[in-house]
């Protein structure tokens, strides 16, 4: 699952550009914005601006490739974490984000070695997990795929369940309430649905997804 944790970091991290752009319009509310257009000139305007630190660099190839993601542009999105990566190796949103671009772009095995290394350094991160999840799904690794959406759903508690409780339903496999408690019922319905390369557990509605993507 692609996953928008960017803003609590970039508010800290890029607040400190700001001086260095006062001729530009903005361009960090931009990169901050809730619209992908704007964001994506946002982030641009400050990646060009000379002598931004890199760390900063790096924040903002993520924060584009977020919006690329986002508007379905996946080679894109993939150019611009690979930037953000060779900068800031460690950076465990762009690892995980890379690896859900390859697996949009139905090259799952492409974004294993990324959401890895994701997991290693955000270890129970339900986000990451959900990734892994969908990529061994994609490679017919059922039991691997059921593990790790069960994980998630006991990391990431209500938010997460409930997400898929709306995702499920949606694939026609659980009728039961959209509650957010974890259940047998759901537990059976999420195992149907690993076995199936074509069912997605993730709800098409927005509103059923918490506020990650």
């Not at 530009?24 to 641009?44: E, F, H, K, T, Y």
């Not at 993520?62 to 986002?70: F, K, N, V």
């Not at 990391?155 to 957010?180: N, S």
């Amino acid at each position: 699952m692609v996953y928008a944790r960017f803003f609590a970091v970039l508010v800290a991290v890029l607040a400190g550009a700001v001086a260095a752009l006062a001729t530009v319009d903005d361009p960090l509310v931009d990169c901050l914005s809730d619209d992908n257009s704007r964001r994506i000139s946002g982030c641009s305007a400050l990646i060009d601006t000379p002598g931004l630190p890199e760390e900063q660099r790096s924040l903002a190839h993520g924060m584009r490739a977020l919006a690329y993601s986002l508007l379905g542009k996946f080679t894109e999105a993939i150019a611009d974490y690979d930037v953000a990566l060779k900068i800031r190796p460690d950076f465990p949103l762009a690892l995980n984000n890379r690896a859900w671009a390859y697996y949009k772009l139905q090259r799952p095995s492409e974004g294993l070695a990324d959401v890895e290394r994701a997991l290693a350094l955000s270890p129970g991160s339900p986000y990451a997990l959900d990734t892994r999840a969908h990529i061994r799904q994609a490679l017919g690794d059922t039991d691997a795929a059921f593990n790790d959406y069960d994980l998630a759903m006991r990391t990431g508690g209500e938010p997460i369940v409930k997400m898929y409780q709306c995702g499920l339903r949606a694939q026609g496999l659980y009728f039961g309430p959209l509650d957010g408690v974890y259940s047998q019922t759901l537990s059976q319905a999420m195992r149907t649905c690993a076995g199936n390369r074509q069912c997605d557990p993730l709800p098409p509605d927005s509103d059923c997804r918490p506020e990650v993507s």
